[in-house]
């Protein structure tokens, strides 16, 4: 059974705290994606990579980073947290095929205090 | 450019009753078109996707879908609504994967 996984499906920080959220892909996909989801706003992209070490701004990029040092590992970074990223993260991947199906993780739920 | 539109918000019907959720969306080329469902604190799962084969699209648990090109709509439907329908529903209108976009989603609520 293909799996995304997102290892802290909770998290609660204080602003200006640096984050981490890890995403791990077991379909060898080259591309993996961070999305954001808020209420009334659906899904926004934020990043994706299309290979090890390559990275592309999605939608909404400010305030964020990423890391992807792995083919199966993509990393979500917020520098320094602010109240307004308070939000479910979604990670999801998909192989070379092109037609726009996403796998997805279960999401991260991040509260910024 | 591409946008997809999902007319409700939210959607109640009974159970046994059918479901239609609706989606229209507009693009500059042929899409790729998807619905994805969202239970309660999960991720997204593929429900089916139009890709320019057939366009009346059969998916999983029994909802189906119909592309339209001349009405820009891709609207899902399902005959008799369960209470495990109740989730939150997006569509999702592809120029690749890397040009995908969300509809607002609409969230089906099923009452016994």
């Known amino acids: 059974d293909v799996k995304v996984t997102q290892s802290s499906r909770y998290l609660v920080k204080r602003t200006g705290e640096k984050v981490f959220l890890e995403c791990v892909q077991d379909?060898?996909?080259?591309?993996m994606f961070w999305y954001r989801q808020d209420p009334g706003l659906g899904l926004r992209l934020i990043y994706f990579?299309?290979?090890?070490?390559?990275?592309e701004k999605g939608d909404i990029p400010e305030g964020y980073s990423v890391s992807r040092e792995k083919k199966e590992r993509f990393s979500l970074i917020l520098e320094s947290a602010s109240t307004n990223q308070t939000s479910m993260y979604l990670c999801?991947?998909?192989?070379?095929?092109?037609?726009?199906?996403?796998?997805f993780g279960e999401g991260s739920r991040l509260t910024v205090l | 450019a591409q946008s997809v539109t999902q007319l409700d918000s939210h959607v109640s019907v009974s159970e046994g009753t059918p479901v239609l959720l609706r989606c229209n969306y507009s693009?500059?080329?042929?899409?790729?078109l998807f619905w994805y469902v969202q239970h309660p604190n999960k991720g997204l799962q593929l429900l089916l996707k139009?890709?320019?084969?057939?366009?009346l699209v059969k998916g999983i648990n029994g909802f189906e879908a119909e592309f339209k090109k001349s009405e820009t709509s891709f609207h899902l439907t399902k005959p008799s609504a369960h209470m495990s329908d109740a989730a939150e529903y997006f569509c999702?209108?592809?120029?690749?994967?890397?040009?995908?976009?969300f509809g607002k989603g609409t969230m089906l609520l099923v009452s016994p």
């Open positions: 999801a991947s998909c192989g070379t095929d092109n037609t726009g199906e996403l796998f």
């Open positions: 379909m060898d996909h080259e591309n």
């Open positions: 990579s299309y290979d090890v070490k390559m990275k």
């Open positions: 693009s500059s080329y042929s899409p790729s």
């Open positions: 139009y890709t320019s084969a057939a366009t």
């Open positions: 999702v209108v592809s120029g690749g994967y890397s040009t995908l976009t």
